[in-house]
């Protein structure tokens, strides 16, 4: 970088330029000791500065001491935590008597699961390619997993393990034991195992702390059948939904975790487990440096309950829900967009018969309050069956105690979850670019057309909806609708809260209907 002629100071070496500067300063201060026209106050500012420039320059000075290669070295950690890592091996039944894996409908796209697309896992050679192996052979399928105990049970992934005929752990020290499930999770993809063997095992415990966002982690595993692998990054996220389940409240880390980590353990600095690896991010299959960990949290909650009975009870209370937006609380009469707004209560379940109805939105549990949709679905999960709890619910605008105890959730019944943000509205006739004729059965009022760019479009309503009530008002013709979107108007109500029904799911939309 050129410098300019005039000025030959900045060429001096830095030690130079620092004595004139201090040579400057000492100077200031006799001046300012003998002479009437300087202002002391100058003369502590540059002193001060002076003191500040002593100050960096020390800092600086250590930095290089203290950002040494082995302060920034992961491999005390390591050597604690890696011999409690093991490799999971899974022969699973024949290949001909099981359904080929189709994607889950709710996993977004490039959302992989590590091992089930695994190419052993399908019957096929270990890179993928080539024609099925024959018919009734057995899979066979690698993942990751942990000790928790030094008698040996050992945490891994449910897909890991899913329709096991034996499995196998291969320990750090390279000895191959024998395993049998325990229990497994499918809702939050998680699996006991205990060794057959004797102990006492190296093995790790889950973290307490929540794990801060920029915190150091490492993530040690069995990546495409190569154990004892240790990668690191940093906890990039925390209370990832990215669609697996109703429970889902994934840490996002950003080490290089691939096919084969599944089940495997990260750490923290302290060398405590702070999640298992379970889903990756990935266009293309391989690592792209966004991977999700189930939080030790949920973890502990399961495994003690799967060590204790071999299956996991949750609360259930029997509601259809979605999350409360904006537009959703403004027209629901809520000071902001929390809680978690009841679409459809089940028929004989808790809620329903505690009162619960469609349009309630219930903002806690207990006391504790309710985020949105999805942590309603935690909270609720966590609660005993057969132990009375307290919702604290919005119902027309009034705040209300309900209380109800919780079932145990069913077997063949899968958390519901209304999961479509500003998914939208019903609406009047031409203003509203709607098309309205009455429902089958003399139920609801059917949508029969949408106006492209029109409010209901931009709301998100479809042709084939149905609407079933405005702001609490049933309706069954047109004329319903348009008499309650007056209703609200002249109630000076910028949005009308709107329940309709897809399929065989229904949510509500908030409409504004001040600009109509």
């Avoid at 395993?179 to 190296?202: C, E, H, N, Q, W």
């Avoid at 403004?330 to 809680?339: R, V």
């Avoid at 999805?374 to 105690?401: F, N, Y």
């Amino acid at each position: 970088m050129s410098r300019p002629a005039n000025s030959p100071q900045f060429d001096l070496p830095p030690a130079r330029r620092r004595g004139r500067l201090l040579a400057g300063v000492a100077m200031l201060a006799l001046l300012g000791a003998g002479t009437a026209g300087l202002s002391p106050l100058i003369v502590r500012d540059v002193a001060m500065a002076d003191s500040q420039v002593q100050s960096q320059t020390a800092q600086l000075q250590s930095t290089p001491n203290r950002l040494t290669a082995a302060s920034f070295s992961f491999a005390d950690v390591v050597e604690r935590v890696r011999p409690a890592v093991v490799s999971v091996k899974v022969k699973s039944q024949p290949v001909a008597e099981r359904m080929q894996f189709d994607e889950d409908d709710a996993t977004p796209p490039g959302m992989d699961r590590f091992f089930r697309d695994f190419g052993e896992r399908f019957g096929r050679s270990p890179h993928g390619f080539g024609p099925p192996r024959p018919p009734h052979r057995f899979g066979q399928s690698q993942g990751s997993g942990f000790v928790i105990t030094p008698d040996g049970y050992v945490v891994t992934n449910n897909h890991v393990v899913d329709n096991a005929v034996s499995v196998e752990v291969v320990t750090d020290d390279g000895r191959t034991l024998n395993a049998k499930v325990v229990g497994t999770d499918p809702r939050t993809d998680l699996a006991l195992l205990k060794i057959d063997g004797d102990g006492p095992f190296p093995f790790v415990t889950l973290g307490t702390k929540t794990p801060r966002i920029g915190d150091w982690v490492v993530a040690v595993g069995n990546p495409f059948g190569l154990g004892g692998t240790v990668t690191a990054g940093i906890v990039s996220a925390r209370g990832r939904d990215i669609g697996s389940g109703p429970y889902d409240d994934f840490v996002q880390i950003d080490a290089p975790v691939n096919r084969g980590n599944s089940g495997g353990p990260t750490f923290n600095l302290d060398g405590e487990v702070i999640g298992v690896n379970t889903a990756i991010f990935s266009p293309s299959g391989g690592s792209v440096g966004i991977a999700f960990a189930i939080p030790a949290d949920t973890v502990r909650t399961v495994v003690t309950s799967l060590r204790e009975s071999g299956t996991v009870t949750r609360g259930w209370i029997g509601v259809q829900i979605q999350p409360v937006n904006a537009d959703l609380a403004d027209s629901l009469g809520l000071a902001k967009a929390q809680g978690a707004l009841v679409t459809e209560p089940q028929a004989g379940g808790p809620a329903a018969k505690a009162g619960i109805k469609s349009g309630d939105v219930i903002t806690a549990v207990n006391g504790k309050p309710v985020k949105d949709a999805r942590d309603l679905a935690k909270q609720i999960a966590a609660e005993k069956p057969g132990e009375p709890i307290k919702l604290t619910v919005v119902s027309d605008r009034k705040e209300r105690t309900v209380e109800l105890t919780p079932g145990k959730f069913p077997d063949d019944q899968r958390a519901q979850r209304g999961d479509r943000e500003d998914d939208s509205d019903g609406r009047d006739l031409p203003r509203l670019g709607l098309t309205l004729a009455p429902g089958p059965g003399g139920k609801g009022v059917a949508v029969r057309d949408v106006e492209p760019d029109s409010p209901a479009a931009t709301a998100g309503l479809r042709d084939g909806d149905l609407i079933l009530d405005v702001n609490g008002r049933a309706v069954t013709s047109a004329s319903d609708v348009r008499d309650a979107l007056d209703a609200a108007r002249k109630d000076k109500r910028r949005t009308v809260l709107v329940r309709v029904k897809t399929g065989g799911s229904s949510r509500f939309v908030a409409l504004q209907v001040g600009q109509s």
